[in-house]
């Protein structure tokens, strides 16, 4: 974390003292971007935001940059990112246990009565709204959750109901936030009063300018053939970051990216291969790896819970996330 922060803060000292350059109309394409300034507006008003951060989006990496943004500019808010995945498969009492226990821990409180107390709904609900009362006493803070799919469902909306009433009947001016953030976009993952945003990908230029964060500056070609072969997904430029002297096999023969992608390549044919498995989404895919891009279907909602498909923000058109995806359905 102190080295993420560390080059967090120079990329914003280094964006904020460079000189403003009226030609960089490629901004706009910069969806990610989009989303980080939308988000960090959201938190900074201490308004309740849902975040859908697709499969293979890096989630905790994007929290790990919004914290050091929000702590570093004004107003200034204290905030951290809290996975959910500990608790996958635990009981509602085990995920109330240790709500509780990650809210005292962020907010630096104690827990006043016994610890018992948190073993029912009842008691839950009551401790978690004390603390959520008396977090409003001190720093601006933001918990922001992700992963929720990994909770069970009752502590999900028991949390919401009283983070939802907390929110409804505060007086002044809010001190405490919860931004929540789900890989999947499940209607129970659709809250009353949360702003939604959907984390997008890499435009062209983010996803360069990402490599260059990793690796320093490269030819400029190299850097593009390499999006042109993965796309903008976060986890594919990560994977092919990571391995700065095979970057050139890659644009040699495209081919070899599934061999530098490793265990990214396989979790990518294991999700196209469930999707095909349906008939409906397998001729959906091969659609869209012939196309290109087409108005939306019933049957989108499937490709972009399994991260394989997103809605374009300009025409609403939906599109596959990366070229590989169309290379997998060419292939058979």
Request: glycine share 6%; aromatic share 6%; with cysteine.
């Amino acid at each position: 974390m102190i080295n993420r922060l560390e080059r967090r803060i120079a990329i914003l000292r280094g964006k904020r003292e460079a000189a403003f350059d009226p030609d960089q109309h490629y901004l706009e394409k910069a969806w990610r971007s989009r989303v980080t300034r939308q988000v960090r507006v959201h938190v900074r008003r201490m308004e309740p935001i849902v975040v859908i951060a697709p499969r293979w989006s890096q989630p905790r990496r994007f929290f790990d940059d919004l914290s050091a943004d929000l702590l570093l500019g004004e107003p200034s808010v204290v905030a951290r990112p809290l996975s959910l995945l500990p608790l996958q498969g635990r009981t509602p009492h085990q995920a109330w246990a240790w709500l509780v226990q990650a809210v005292t821990e962020f907010c630096h409180l104690t827990l006043e009565g016994p610890a018992w107390q948190v073993v029912s709904r009842r008691g839950f609900r009551h401790v978690m709204a004390e603390l959520f009362e008396r977090a409003e006493e001190g720093d601006r803070r933001c918990l922001m959750i992700h992963g929720l799919e990994h909770i069970h469902v009752e502590a999900l909306r028991d949390l919401i109901a009283v983070f939802s009433e907390h929110v409804a009947t505060r007086r002044g001016e809010p001190h405490f936030n919860l931004l929540l953030s789900s890989g999947v976009d499940a209607e129970h993952f659709r809250f009353e009063g949360f702003r939604r945003v959907v984390l997008s990908d890499y435009g062209e230029d983010e996803a360069v300018e990402a490599l260059v964060e990793h690796i320093g500056p490269r030819e400029p070609g190299l850097l593009a053939s390499l999006v042109d072969v993965v796309g903008g997904v976060p986890a594919f430029l990560d994977v092919l970051a990571s391995q700065p002297t095979r970057l050139s096999d890659v644009v040699a023969d495209p081919e070899n990216v599934w061999r530098v992608l490793g265990s990214t390549a396989l979790d990518l044919r294991g999700v196209v291969e469930i999707a095909t498995s349906n008939p409906d989404t397998s001729a959906r895919l091969e659609f869209l790896a012939a196309e290109g891009s087409a108005p939306s279907s019933p049957n989108d909602k499937a490709l972009f819970d399994a991260g394989l498909a997103v809605r374009d923000r300009v025409d609403g058109y939906t599109r596959l996330r990366s070229p590989l995806i169309a290379q997998l359905m060419s292939d058979g």
